[in-house]
């Protein structure tokens, strides 16, 4: 069944701008990844943050962890146009290798 | 590059004619999944294997099957393909112990 749940459902930004979205989720995890989705195409893993961890930088990407309030953020700095996609967190529980996604985030980065 | 393949990229179908995605994997990775995508939705876990033990959902539908006939491939089958089963098939690997998935670009089903 679907865990996670991502807020806002869709983003619009200028190219330059910071781009945000929250995953929250309901029971307990090991792990939460991020993933990317460009239209009509599979997922692309972008970062995994552990349940003891609580950021986790690659690149342009933040993402932080409070598993206090089972939420998740993943922020990208300066967007590119590149960007536009959605974005999906995802969850493991500590017992198993499955991951439940969320609805995801559409992120469109105007030019 | 190793990669996951999946075939064909866009599959139509007829309401009720039997139907069979295939996915590739040159990862050797022991865990396979498949997952169901349907518009602007989460993707949906169907099934996956860990080696070679099937591992159903329990609210995957009968008609959605699957094989696996040895470590590089994995076939999803549906029996009588309905309206409702039009959407992206997504085929993803992992290996045991390492909780990343890697997925192919999908196959996208149109039922007629």
């Known amino acids: 069944s679907q865990q996670g749940e991502e807020d806002p459902q869709a983003l619009s930004i200028q190219e330059g701008e910071n781009a945000t979205m929250n995953c929250s989720y309901k029971t307990s995890i090991n792990n939460l990844q991020w993933y990317r989705q460009n239209s009509g195409r599979g997922l692309v893993h972008l970062i995994l943050?552990?349940?003891?961890?609580r950021e986790k930088h690659s690149g342009r990407l933040r993402v932080t962890l409070d598993t206090s309030k089972k939420s998740s953020s993943l922020l990208i700095t300066a967007s590119r146009a590149a960007d536009t996609a959605s974005y999906f967190c995802a969850t493991g529980g500590p017992n198993d290798y499955k991951l439940s996604f969320g609805a995801g985030t559409t992120v469109t980065v105007r030019a | 590059d190793a990669m996951v393949i999946q075939n064909p990229r866009y599959q139509v179908t007829q309401f009720g004619k039997p139907v069979t995605l295939s996915c590739s994997q040159t990862?050797?990775?022991?865990?396979m999944y498949w997952y169901q995508q349907k518009s602007s939705q989460a993707p949906k876990l169907l099934f996956h294997y860990y080696d070679k033990d099937f591992n159903n959902e329990a609210d995957t539908p009968d008609n959605f099957q699957s094989r696996r006939p040895n470590t590089s491939f994995c076939f999803l089958d549906i029996r009588s393909p309905g309206l409702g089963d039009a959407a992206m098939y997504l085929c993803?690997?992992?290996?045991?112990?390492?909780?990343?998935?890697?997925f192919g670009s999908g196959t996208q089903l149109s039922v007629l």
């Open positions: 943050i552990r349940s003891n961890e």
């Open positions: 990862l050797n990775h022991n865990v």
């Open positions: 993803a690997t992992s290996r045991d112990g390492v909780r990343k998935l890697f």
